[in-house]
C-alpha cells in the first residue's frame, strides 16, 4: 500500500515537473506573418493581425485558401501548415522582411 | 496491472495538462480566447477545465473515486477529441493554434491522435465486462495461512 502510495507521489510529481518545464515563456514578443506559396516556397509579409480582429495569443489561422495562412508567429513552438508541411516558427526570418514581401526559400 | 498502467498514464496527463495551464495561465486565457467558440464559452471553460482536469486526476488517484474519475476522464477527453476532428475537418470557419502544455509543440494531427489514444484506454477501463469470481479466485480457508 505504501509502496502505491509513493509511485503515485512520483507520478504526480512527474506530471507537475513537466507542467513547470513546459510553461510558456513570458514576455514572448509575437510577430505576425502572412505567407503563401510561389515557385520560390513561401512567401512572407509583415501584417498587422489585430487589424484583422485577431487576437494576442492566436499563433496560426489558416483561412480557407489552401495558400494562404496568417498567423503570430510564437517562437518557441512549431506548426504544421495546412499542406501538411511541418515548420518551426523559428525558421522564419524575422529580419529584412516587411509589407511589400520577401521571398524566402523552405 | 493494466488497470495501475492506465490509470497512472491517466493521472500523469490530468496533472500535466491542469498545471501547465496554471502555470501559464495568461497563455491559456489568451489561447481560449482564440478559439472559435463563444466568448461565454472560453470564459467558462478557462475558469472550469483546469479545476475539472485536477479533480479528474485525484479521483482517478484513490481507489474510492476512480469509476467517477475514469467516467470524468473518458467525457473530458472524448470532448477533446471531438473537438480536435472537428477542427481537422474544418468545422470551424478558421484553424486555431494547438497550444497546450507539451502539445503546443505538435500539431493538429498528432494532438487528434493522442486524444484518440487515450480516450480508448480510459473507454476499455471504463467498459470492461465485470466478470464473476471463479472458485480459484476465491480464497480457501483450507489453504489460506491462519
Not at chain 1, 502510495?5 to 512527474?14: C, D, E, G, P, Y
Not at chain 1, 509583415?46 to 487576437?55: E, I, M, P, S
Request: charged share 15%; proline share 6%; glycine share 8%.
Amino acid at each position: 500500500m505504501k509502496k502505491r502510495k509513493l509511485s503515485l507521489l512520483a507520478i504526480v510529481l512527474v506530471g507537475i515537473s513537466l507542467a513547470w518545464a513546459n510553461k510558456p515563456f513570458h514576455n514572448t514578443t509575437y510577430h505576425t506573418y502572412e505567407y503563401f506559396y510561389t515557385y520560390y516556397g513561401r512567401v512572407y509579409y509583415l501584417k498587422d493581425l489585430t487589424a484583422n480582429g485577431y487576437v494576442k495569443g492566436n499563433q496560426y489561422a489558416c483561412d480557407a485558401a489552401d495558400y494562404e495562412c496568417t498567423f503570430m508567429a510564437f517562437p518557441g513552438s512549431s506548426q504544421t501548415d495546412n499542406t501538411g508541411n511541418f515548420f518551426w516558427i523559428s525558421d522564419i526570418p524575422t529580419e529584412g522582411i516587411d509589407n511589400t514581401g520577401f521571398y524566402f526559400e523552405f | 496491472m493494466r488497470r495501475r498502467l492506465i490509470l497512472s498514464l491517466l493521472v500523469l496527463v490530468f496533472v500535466y495538462t491542469g498545471f501547465s495551464k496554471l502555470f501559464g495561465w495568461d497563455y491559456f486565457s489568451d489561447a481560449m480566447h482564440n478559439q472559435p467558440l463563444p466568448h461565454w464559452l472560453s470564459n467558462t471553460l478557462i475558469w472550469s477545465l483546469p479545476p475539472l482536469e485536477l479533480c479528474t486526476a485525484l479521483g482517478l488517484a484513490f481507489t474510492g473515486t476512480q469509476r467517477i474519475g475514469l467516467i470524468s476522464s473518458f467525457i473530458l477527453l472524448l470532448i477533446f477529441t471531438i473537438y480536435t476532428g472537428a477542427i481537422m475537418l474544418h468545422f470551424f470557419p478558421r484553424v486555431p493554434c494547438s497550444c497546450g502544455g507539451i502539445f503546443r509543440k505538435l500539431g493538429w494531427h498528432a494532438h487528434f491522435w493522442i486524444n484518440v489514444g487515450l480516450t480508448l484506454l480510459a473507454a476499455l477501463e471504463l467498459f470492461k465486462p465485470v466478470l464473476p469470481r471463479t472458485r480459484s479466485s476465491i480464497p480457501s480457508p483450507i489453504n489460506s495461512p491462519s
